[in-house]
């Protein structure tokens, strides 16, 4: 008995560590941001706090709509069939871009958050332009999510912690670049922030599905064998499934 749980507490070691390192990475790139915003002026860092406070619940929540494809890829991957993750993981693609695209929208129209709240007017314009840059990388952060959750399903949680670590360095090298200006770049203050989370995005979605795509591990799955239309009924059942979740 004590061998057994010796060996369990080891196999959930393997597939926790990673995950934790991974999403710690993700937290050190907003405080990457406060902590540069910093060293430009007050005015900055509280409107990167600021904007901090309006993105960080919206991506959770789009997160929590999205947390059902694990436990449904984790069910078929023990059921041993291969053909549903394919299909399921087209599916949950469709799910990211339709999350994605309204996370877009809601991050283009975020003044309207400015006014309700009361906020200072000071802090408008640096707020507004910092979530406008974060609304184009708002699809890609979706696309991004169905593929993590996907590979938490089938057990294979390293990769994930590797493209999360490169994913800080690059933030913090992108921040300096554009929030200072450096090599050529013109330097955009807090807002350059928002646009290096933007690249620091799209660079793990594009990243992530090469190694989806190429990876031998995943050929068995057929995630893009083929192209499906959406599948409203297993749309709706993971929505009624994460609605509560998010």
Partial sequence: MPYRWIRELKATAALALPLMIGHLSHMGMGFTDTLMAGRLSALDLAAVALANSIWLPLWLFV???????SPTVAQWFGAKQW????????????LAIFLGVI????????????????????????TADYLYAL??????????????????????????????LAALCINALADYVLMFGAWGMPAYGAVGAGWSTTVVMSFSALVYFLYLCRSQRYQQYGLFE??????????????????PIG
């Avoid at 053909?83 to 469709?94: D, P, S, V």
């Avoid at 929208?105 to 709240?117: C, R, S, Y």
């Avoid at 169905?146 to 057990?155: F, H, K, N, V």
Wanted: with cysteine; net charge neutral.
């Fill in 83 to 94: 053909c549903e993750i394919g299909m399921f993981f087209r599916q949950a693609l469709w």
């Fill in 135 to 164: 609304s184009w990388g708002a699809p890609f952060t979706a696309l991004w999510l169905a593929g993590r959750l996907t590979s938490e399903g089938t057990g294979h949680t390293r990769v994930i912690m590797y493209v999360q």
């Fill in 63 to 69: 997160l929590g709509l999205m947390l059902g494809i």
């Fill in 226 to 243: 083929k192209f499906d239309w959406p599948d409203w009924r297993v749309l709706f059942s993971q929505l009624r499934l994460n609605i």
């Fill in 103 to 126: 996370l877009h929208f809601t991050l283009q129209e975020a003044h309207l958050f400015l006014v309700w709240f009361g906020v200072d007017p000071s802090l408008w314009g640096i």
